[in-house]
T-cell receptor, first 113, second 112 residues
Framework: SQTIHQWPATLVQPVGSPLSLECTVE??????LYWYRQAAGRGLQLLFYSVGIGQISSEVPQNLSASRPQDRQFILSSKKLLLSDSGFYLCAWSPTGLGETQYFGPGTRLLVL | QKEVEQDPGPLSVPEGAIVSLNCTYS??????FMWYRQYSRKGPELLMYTYSSGNKEDGRFTAQVDKSSKYISLFIRDSQPSDSATYLC????????????FGQGTRLTINP
């Protein structure tokens, strides 16, 4: 069966510091990968998605970036965090087929102070 | 106007009640409809997945899609305290899963 991991689970960072969140998927090959942000009491905002190694699509302009160095690894980064970057970051994966849907990881709670 | 509208609640009902959760949408191209359940401080988990109009049942859960009204529902029968969570609807126009549009979620509490 497939498993998705995210770490760290919780992170407290000062404004202006860099960020690196990691997501890995086990038990599947060539998945589509996604990064979402969920602000308190709000829905999910798609930040990035990837259909393959090195292929990243950005959905919203921001000071975040994403990379996919390996087939089942997805990284979310920032060079300088802003207060507004605080939130719950979720990684998701989906099989590359028709009629598929997305499956989410446990999430990383980020607090920027 | 948002593409997907979902009443954020909170919704509080007694144990054993039938719960109805709803979403409306504006994009008539949506064909794939999902319900996710999210417990506090956890990632969403897929609960139901339906294609086009009609009903789908899984245990105590029934998903209903009415494309003519652009309206989807999730019914929970014999609700349990363990059903207390935020429920997110999601939908997509494409057969691939790349572009899901989510509602903002309804927070549900089942009181023992």
């Amino acid at each position: 069966s497939q498993t998705i991991h995210q770490w760290p689970a919780t992170l407290v960072q000062p404004v202006g510091s860099p960020l690196s969140l990691e997501c890995t998927v086990e038990g599947t090959s060539n998945p589509n990968l996604y990064w979402y942000r969920q602000a308190a009491g709000r829905g999910l905002q798609l930040l990035f998605y990837s259909v393959g190694i090195g292929q990243i699509s950005s959905e919203v302009p921001q000071n975040l970036s994403a990379s996919r160095p390996q087939d089942r690894q997805f990284i979310l980064s920032s060079k300088k965090l802003l207060l507004s970057d605080s939130g719950f970051y979720l990684c998701a994966w989906s099989p590359t087929g028709l009629g598929e849907t997305q499956y989410f990881g446990p999430g990383t709670r980020l607090l920027v102070l | 106007q948002k593409e997907v509208e979902q009443d954020p609640g909170p919704l509080s009902v007694p144990e054993g009640a039938i719960v109805s959760l709803n979403c409306t949408y504006s994009n008539s191209a949506f064909q794939y409809f999902m319900w996710y359940r999210q417990y506090s401080r956890k990632g969403p988990e897929l609960l139901m997945y339906t294609y086009s109009s009609g009903n789908k049942e899984d245990g105590r859960f029934t998903a209903q899609v009415d494309k003519s009204s652009k309206y989807i529902s999730l019914f929970i029968r014999d609700s349990q305290p363990s059903d207390s969570a935020t429920y997110l609807c999601a939908m997509s126009a494409s057969p691939g899963a790349q572009k899901l549009v989510f509602g903002q979620g309804t927070r549900l509490t089942i009181n023992p």
